[in-house]
T-cell receptor
Framework: DVKVTQSSRYLVKRTGEKVFLECVQDMDHENMFWYRQDPGLGLRLIYFSYDVKMKEKGDIPEGYSVSREKKERFSLILESASTNQTSMYLC????????????FGPGTRLLVL | AQSVTQLGSHVSVSEGALVLLRCNYSSSVPPYLFWYVQYPNQGLQLLLKYTTGATLVKGINGFEAEFKKSETSFHLTKPSAHMSDAAEYFCAVKGWGGSYIPTFGRGTSLIVHP
C-alpha cells in the first residue's frame, strides 16, 4: 500500500520561529508537492520538486523554502513563521506523468501564535 | 490562466438522495480529469479519474463521473447518498500545456442529512 507520511499532525509555533515540516513517501516517486489548504480557497501550490535537489516555485512561495536532499523526503521550511501562515499543509507525491494520480499525506495543521 | 470551477461550496442532500457535484474547466482541449475526496482530518484520496477511453468513469464507493467535452464538464454523481459520504470533494485537471501539475477547484463540501 502506497504511503505518504508527514512528521506532525498538529503543530503550534510562535511568530518568528523557524518551522520545519517533513514529508516522506515510500513509492519511489520523482515528483513531490507542498500545498496549503484554507477554507474557501481550496489547495494552493507552494513548491514542487521533480527530482532530488530540484525545485520549482508554485503559486504562493513567499515566506517558504523547501529542501529535497533525498528522493523520498521533501521538507517545507517557514523561515520566520507569521500568523498568516496558520493553515493546513498537505504534502503529495506522484510519478512524472500527466495521467498519474497524486498521493497525499494526512496533513499538518499548523497554528502560529 | 486555466481554471477549474466547482459550482457550490456546499451541497446538502438527504440520505438516500442523488448526489450531484459539478465541475467545469476552462479549456476545450481534452485534459486529464480527477476527483479527489477528503474526509475530516485526512489528506485527499483519489475517487476516480478520466484519462482516455470511455467517458463514463466509475470510482470507489459507488461514485461515477462523466466527461463531456462539448460542455467542458466532469460532474460527479452517486445514486444514493450515505452518511459516510459527508466529506470535501475536489475536482482537478492536468495536461494544460503538457504540465503534470494539477489545477484544483476550490472544493465542495457534501453534507448528508439523516
Amino acid at each position: 500500500d502506497v504511503k505518504v507520511t508527514q512528521s506532525s499532525r498538529y503543530l503550534v509555533k510562535r511568530t518568528g520561529e523557524k518551522v520545519f515540516l517533513e514529508c516522506v513517501q515510500d513509492m519511489d516517486h520523482e515528483n513531490m508537492f507542498w500545498y496549503r489548504q484554507d477554507p474557501g480557497l481550496g489547495l494552493r501550490l507552494i513548491y514542487f520538486s521533480y527530482d532530488v535537489k530540484m525545485k520549482e516555485k508554485g503559486d504562493i512561495p513567499e515566506g517558504y523554502s523547501v529542501s529535497r536532499e533525498k528522493k523520498e523526503r521533501f521538507s517545507l521550511i517557514l523561515e520566520s513563521a507569521s500568523t498568516n501562515q496558520t493553515s493546513m499543509y498537505l504534502c503529495a507525491s506522484s510519478l512524472p506523468s500527466i495521467q498519474e494520480t497524486q498521493y497525499f499525506g494526512p496533513g499538518t495543521r499548523l497554528l502560529v501564535l | 490562466a486555466q481554471s477549474v470551477t466547482q459550482l457550490g461550496s456546499h451541497v446538502s442532500v438527504s440520505e438516500g438522495a442523488l448526489v450531484l457535484l459539478r465541475c467545469n474547466y476552462s479549456s476545450s482541449v481534452p485534459p486529464y480529469l480527477f476527483w479527489y475526496v477528503q474526509y475530516p482530518n485526512q489528506g485527499l484520496q483519489l475517487l476516480l479519474k478520466y484519462t482516455t477511453g470511455a467517458t463514463l468513469v466509475k470510482g470507489i464507493n459507488g461514485f461515477e463521473a462523466e466527461f463531456k467535452k462539448s460542455e467542458t464538464s466532469f460532474h460527479l454523481t452517486k445514486p444514493s447518498a450515505h452518511m459516510s459520504d459527508a466529506a470535501e470533494y475536489f475536482c482537478a485537471v492536468k495536461g494544460w500545456g503538457g504540465s503534470y501539475i494539477p489545477t484544483f477547484g476550490r472544493g465542495t463540501s457534501l453534507i448528508v442529512h439523516p
